[in-house]
Antibody
């Protein structure tokens, strides 16, 4: 069974750094892309970027380029999304999702990680 | 403002049929596959339709998808109260070199 299990909810202050994770299982982690998707409170889905864990090829949506860093550690079948300096506007649920092919929409989704940034 | 346009809401009675549209352009829907997702309150999105009109195993045939030109449509027949959710279309945009989603449509089963 394909599963994407994400790390737990986080509460941070503006300016702090953060790294959240997404662990894949039930499939060959290095042969599929992992994307990150943001959902701000009460809003829709926004595709942030994607990584191929096999060779760490990474692409970002223009809206998120320079705002976050996507990485992966294939030895532990885990992808990461990180911020160096959080803002209140980063408050959202972040989902990881698997792509079979980078240019096709995702199939399996993680359960989501709620990130709250508040002073 | 999403690149893909969906109606904010649709509604229908139990047992009836509803369609949800997703309008795009040649840089996205016109030249790429479309998927549809169901997001029940407080849960992660779930794949309903992929490659425009295919259903993953376990998805009932009450759900169907189609694509024509730069638009796609999700159809749901035999509506049930459990179908109340937000529905999103998704595809790739070649001009942005990024994945994109519609703004979402809230389905109410009256």
């Amino acid at each position: 069974e394909v599963q994407l299990v994400q790390s737990g909810a986080e509460v941070k202050k503006p300016g702090e750094s953060l790294k959240i994770s997404c662990k894949g299982s039930g499939y060959s982690f290095t042969n599929y892309w992992i994307a990150w998707v943001r959902q701000m409170p009460g809003k829709g889905l926004e595709w942030m970027g994607i990584i191929y864990p096999g060779d760490s090829d990474t692409r970002y949506s223009p809206s998120f380029q320079g705002q976050v860093t996507i990485s992966a550690d294939k030895s532990i079948s885990t992808a990461f999304l990180q911020w160096s300096s959080l803002k209140a506007s980063d408050t959202a649920i972040y989902y990881c999702a698997r792509h079979v092919i980078s240019t096709r929409p995702p199939d399996y989704w993680g359960q989501g990680t709620l990130v709250t940034v508040s002073s | 403002q999403s690149v893909l346009t969906q109606p904010p809401s649709v509604s229908a009675a139990p047992g009836q049929k509803v369609t949800i549209s997703c309008s795009g352009s040649s840089s996205n829907i016109g030249n790429n596959y479309v998927s549809w997702y169901q997001q029940l309150p407080g849960t992660a999105p779930k794949l309903l339709i992929y490659d425009n009109n295919k259903r993953p195993s376990g998805i009932p045939d009450r759900f169907s998808g189609s694509k024509s030109g730069t638009s796609a449509t999700l159809g749901i027949t035999g509506l049930q109260t459990g179908d109340e959710a937000d529905y999103y279309c998704g595809t790739w945009d070649g001009s942005l070199s990024a994945g994109i989603f519609g703004g979402g449509t809230k389905l109410t089963v009256l």
